[in-house]
């Protein structure tokens, strides 16, 4: 069966920062590129980073560029979002799936919260 597990959100003040980790079971997980994609209240989940499956190699959307940095460790099936200099409008649920495709079901997303 396979699980996607996200974690560390919270309730952080502008500025501030936060450490997401997604661990993943129950697929060959250094196969895949994985990614990680927010929803916000009343919009569509979006992507907002992706790491590659081999080489390491990273892309972020422009509106977290700079902010943000995706890495994974194959060895512990995990992927992890540090995220700094947080802003309100970061204010979402984080979930992490394939990319960019997400072929398997969302989990239960991790709510970040970022007050003004």
């Known amino acids: 069966e396979v699980q996607l597990v996200e974690s560390g959100g919270g309730l952080v003040q502008n500025g501030g920062s936060l450490r997401l980790s997604c661990a993943a079971s129950?697929?060959?997980?250094?196969?895949?590129?994985i990614g990680w994609f927010r929803q916000a209240p009343g919009k569509e989940r979006e992507g907002v980073s992706y790491?590659?499956?081999?080489?390491?190699?990273?892309n972020y959307a422009d509106s977290v560029k700079g902010r943000f940095t995706i890495s994974r460790d194959n060895a512990k099936n995990t992927v992890y979002l540090q995220m700094n200099s947080l802003k309100p409008e970061d204010t979402a649920v984080y979930y992490c799936?394939?990319?960019?495709?997400?072929?398997?079901?969302w989990g239960q997303g991790t709510q970040v919260t970022v007050s003004s």
């Open positions: 790491i590659s499956s081999s080489d390491g190699s990273t």
């Open positions: 799936n394939t990319w960019p495709i997400h072929k398997y079901d």
């Open positions: 129950g697929f060959t997980f250094d196969d895949y590129y």
